[in-house]
């Protein structure tokens, strides 16, 4: 049985963001056929044999007890993981080449994650940036965390220019402990400098993920004849031809992803390209996938 | 350069409208929002070029719409300078020969003058001659030849024409507009006051002309003149005919002056008048004794003075028999007969003379031998006497059938043919009587639309009156009163009632006078002609599509047409005094008696101040400069570039449509492939 992914366009068309986020994880749940573990936090790893110089803290006395050998019991978190979302609410995000613009898309890939960690009782954080943190939501796991943080992705509007230098120098501060950290833009800037400014959370033992969004029309542009272009974020206008969008730039912005999936790899971060005409559950899933099987 | 109006230019500033249009408010190309240039460099096309190079384009044909458009409002002018005299300039010499030109040796003085005036011509010089008479006349082609310019002069005879300043000027303005060199104007004349036209406008000269007049009379000469006279054109009894004659002093003292009557020579009578100073004075003359036929009339004062040329008046009369009219009546009530005749003797020198016949014994007559035939209530008439009626009316005879009781009792009208559909006696109805209406003030008989007013009908026949005949009057009730039918060449004139003071009192009124009068010319075909006509009127020789010949005898008794003119010439201008005989075809001579008009018979002449203004509509510069010795002086005229303007600006709105069209078209084929932007614009 194949499964049916949510349109982007279904999703504009529902009012609320915790619906959408419930309508996205609940199905993309049951899409998963008896693997309620998947998620940021896992209690239970394994048993290893006891090895001399290991921590009897981590022993299983019960085990010991029943059959007198000596088992650690492993975790793969000691306790639930905290998730922080930084949402790009830059000018750029403003665009939009169909139903659903992307930083409506952006909402809603935020809202689902933190639908998703609040079900496994993970504290959920959110910060929303542009070239300043126009938002912090501090992590919490208390009751009610969820509803702030939906009521912040929803007024989440549209900003300046993107820096990403300046609003991670402040996450640094905020994010004192490892968690999750879960970076959603559009990512126009040179893959060197995001990774640059994104890697010291990677090195305080958080694990990021970078989510791109990215319009269809962004990633194969479909201009005219000759075209005044105005850029977004700076307001500045450029003559275009259709020749070179169809050419010389889709080289550039496929070069673009390709810099980017790779820095981020190769400075272990997930990346996750996620255009706008996507089914939403189905990016989600895939990077589930993925990060499950990195784990 | 200069500019008419000159206020106009205030209309440049309408020039911005494009640059605000263009600059401020010009198309832009709509950018379209996109999130990052990042990876944009920027690229022009070739066609984007090409439509900014038509954009601007665009712009500059506007700027030169707008700007030529202020420029012809303006009407700009350029001061053109054409050189004055040398072999440049064009003499023209003007002799006026009207009727008052007679008046002692004005003429030979005038002639003299232009003689002068040619005389010192340079050599290398144009020369002119014009008659100014009746019309303006040009005696010869410009030309440098001394003789031929003295020829002409001297060709030019006394006329009895009369001619205004006005028909010069015109003229004058023709000529300059085709020889463009300057033209010098010597007029020889005595400066009528009376020659001024109606509007001093109409004797504007052209710039290019200068006039300079030459004035060959004082102006102060007392003269006597036969101003009118009043006479019948057709005589039947001339003991009762009056001939009435206006004598009119011009600058004279009051005084008698003993008026003459004469007839082919012969004089009648004569009489004595005493004329006011400087008045007029009318003198009546009763009988006039003629033969048979046209004779020759003249009334003419004794006595010379200024103008002896109009001291006689001229008029022609023919006299002739009474033509008889068959007049059948119903022999049960004779009175229209008495009404009739009364009307007609009343009507005064009647052509007419009436014979009545009871109906029952017209049967014995020959209608062809009358003017025209009355048929009053005649309703018992033989078979074939209706039929020779009916003849008669064929061949051009006429009837006026008069419709009482007795023909009632027919069903159609007898010639005529009308129905008869039934009577009316308006007595018995509530409106007690009936009276005419919608009259045809058109119709010679009804030439007035009162010729039936107050006439009460009580008593009327219903007729029904299809084309081709003509209702020329109707009653209250809308049934014909009078109608006339064409049957062949002749014509049948039907009254729905009758004129005998029985169904209606139509003969009590003074309009059954000139109604009898009328309708006995138009059915007798009696012509009104006028006793005397004057120089330069016309008299018509033939209608469009007859083609016979018709003779024109002037006063010296020869033809004054060539034969081919004679059988094509539909008019002819009585070009001086005198008697003219004109012969038609199969019809008997006509005399015309024609007389200078006596316009020219006041001698006063303008003013020189009104010389001096007509002088200064034209050229003034020249007028001062001697003839003799031209010097090579500079003389300036406007030249209005507008008919190039307006040919420029048709040029330039062309290319603004077609440049505007492509650039339009550039523009809209680029917005049929739009960029899906974002929802909110930028």
Redesign the interface.
């Known amino acids: 049985m194949s499964q049916q992914y949510l349109s982007p366009d279904v999703l504009a068309s529902i009012s609320g963001l915790d619906l959408v986020a419930k309508t996205v994880v609940e199905g993309f749940i049951a899409g998963l056929h008896r693997s309620p573990d998947f998620g940021f936090s896992q209690e239970f790893a394994e048993y290893r044999v006891y090895n001399p110089g290991d921590d009897l803290r981590h022993v299983d006395w019960n085990v010991f007890a029943r059959s007198e050998k000596m088992y650690l019991k492993r975790y793969r978190g000691e306790t639930n993981t905290l998730v922080t979302i930084l949402l790009d609410q830059s000018a ?7 139903a659903i ?2 930083l409506d898309f952006a909402r809603f890939l935020a809202a689902s994650i933190a639908y998703l960690a609040s079900g496994q009782r993970d504290a959920i954080g959110l910060v929303v940036f542009d070239d300043e943190v126009r938002n912090y939501i501090p992590p919490s796991g208390r009751q009610g965390q969820l509803h702030r943080i939906m009521h912040a992705i929803e007024h989440a509007d549209f900003g300046e220019r993107t820096n990403f230098a300046k609003p991670f120098v402040h996450c640094m501060e905020f994010l004192k402990r490892r968690g999750l950290v879960v970076v959603i833009s ?1 990512f ?1 800037e040179d893959p060197a400098k995001i990774i640059e400014a994104v890697a010291p959370l990677g090195s305080r033992g958080n694990e990021v993920a970078l989510f791109h969004i990215l ?1 269809p ?2 990633i194969a ?21 259709s ?3 169809r050419l ?2 889709v080289q ?2 496929n070069s ?1 992803i390709a810099d980017l999936r790779s820095k981020a790899q190769g400075a272990n971060m997930d990346y996750c390209l996620m255009p706008t005409d996507r089914p939403l559950d189905a990016g989600l899933r895939e990077y589930l996938a993925a990060r499950k099987g990195r784990i | 350069m200069g500019f008419f109006a000159p206020w106009f230019l205030a209309g440049i500033v309408g020039i911005g409208l494009p640059i605000w249009l263009h600059l401020l408010k010009r198309h ?18 070739s ?2 070029k090409h439509r900014r190079l038509l954009y601007k384009l665009l712009m500059a044909f506007r700027l030169l719409m707008i700007a030529l458009l202020v420029l012809l409002f303006a009407e700009p002018f350029f001061r053109r300078s054409t050189p004055v005299g040398g072999g440049e300039r064009l003499l023209v010499g003007v002799v006026d020969h009207t009727f008052s030109m007679r008046a002692g040796n004005a003429l030979a003085r005038a002639k003299g003058e232009i003689h002068s005036a040619m005389s010192k011509r340079a050599p290398t010089e144009q020369g002119q001659i014009i008659a100014l008479g009746q019309s303006v006349e040009v005696v010869n082609q410009p030309t440098a030849d001394s003789d031929e310019l003295n020829a002409a002069i001297d060709s030019i005879s006394p006329g009895d024409g009369r001619a205004t300043y006005g028909d010069l000027a015109r003229y004058l303005r023709t000529l300059a507009a085709s020889v463009k060199k300057p033209i010098e104007v010597h007029l020889a004349s005595d400066f009528q006051k009376s020659a001024m036209p109606n509007g001093f406008a109409e004797m504007q000269l052209p710039d290019s002309v200068t006039l300079v007049p030459h004035r060959v009379s004082s102006g102060k000469s007392p003269n006597w003149a036969v101003e009118t006279v009043t006479a019948p054109g057709s005589v039947t009894d001339p003991k009762k005919v009056v001939v009435a004659a206006m004598i009119r002093g011009y600058e004279t003292d009051a005084g008698k002056k003993s008026v003459i009557l004469s007839v082919n020579g012969k004089t009648l009578q004569t009489k004595t008048v005493d004329v006011p100073a400087n008045g007029r004075a009318r003198v009546e003359f009763v009988g006039l004794d003629a033969s048979y036929g046209l004779n020759r009339g003249e009334v003419k004062i004794d006595g010379a003075d200024s103008l002896d040329a109009d001291n006689h008046f001229n008029f022609g009369f023919e006299r002739s028999e009474p033509r008889k009219i068959l007049f059948a009546y119903d022999a049960r009530e004779a009175r229209a007969v008495t009404y009739y005749k009364a009307a007609l003797e009343a009507a005064g020198d009647s052509p007419f003379s009436t014979e009545a016949v009871p109906c029952d014994l017209i049967a014995g007559q020959t209608p062809s031998k009358y003017a025209f035939v009355v048929l009053a209530d005649c309703a018992a008439m033989a078979p074939p006497f209706e039929q020779a009626l009916r003849d008669y009316v064929q061949q051009g005879g006429s009837i006026l059938i008069t419709l009482g009781p007795a023909s009632l009792s027919r069903d159609k009208v007898p010639v005529a043919n009308l129905p008869i559909e039934g009577s009316r006696y308006a007595g018995r109805d509530a409106e007690r009587f009936l009276s005419a209406t919608h009259v045809d003030g058109g119709h010679p008989v009804t030439r007035t639309s009162d010729a039936f007013e107050g006439v009460m009908y009580y008593q009327s026949a219903k007729l029904k009156a299809d084309p081709p005949s003509r209702v020329i009057a109707r009653l209250s009730d809308g049934s014909p009163l009078l109608v006339e039918t064409p049957i062949g060449e002749g014509r049948v004139l039907t009254f729905a009632s009758t004129i005998d003071n029985i169904a209606n009192d139509f003969p009590l009124h003074p309009n059954f006078v000139a109604f009898a009068e009328r309708s006995a010319n138009y059915l007798g075909r009696a012509v009104d002609r006028p006793s005397s006509a004057l120089v330069g009127s016309t008299v018509e020789l033939r209608s469009v599509k007859s083609a016979a010949a018709v003779e024109v005898n002037g006063p010296d008794g020869k033809p004054v047409m060539s034969l081919s003119k004679a059988a094509t010439a539909r008019t002819y201008a009585f070009p001086k005094e005198g008697y003219f005989e004109v012969t038609r075809a199969g019809s008997s001579p006509e005399l015309y008696a024609v007389n200078a008009d006596r316009r020219e018979s006041d001698l006063e002449a303008l003013p020189q101040e009104t010389i001096d203004l007509w002088k200064n509509t034209g050229h003034t510069d020249a007028a001062n400069s001697d003839v003799a010795n031209p010097e090579q002086a500079e003389r300036e005229h406007s030249f209005s570039p507008w008919r190039w303007i307006l040919f420029i600006l048709l040029l330039v709105a062309i290319a603004e449509t077609l440049v505007g069209n492509r650039y339009l078209g550039e523009v809209s ?2 917005s ?9 614009a ?1």
């Open positions: 750029s995000m403003k665009f939009g080449s169909h613009r992307k559009d126009y319009d029309e962004e542009p479909k201009l005219g004849d000759s075209v005044l272009l105005l850029d977004m974020e700076t307001q500045e206008t450029l003559e275009v031809t020749e070179y969008a010389e730039y550039k912005i673009h | 832009k190309m709509e950018p379209k929002p996109f999130a990052s240039l990042m990876f944009f460099e920027r690229r022009t096309q066609s984007v084929g680029e049929e492939k739009p960029l899906e932007s974002s929802k909110e930028a």
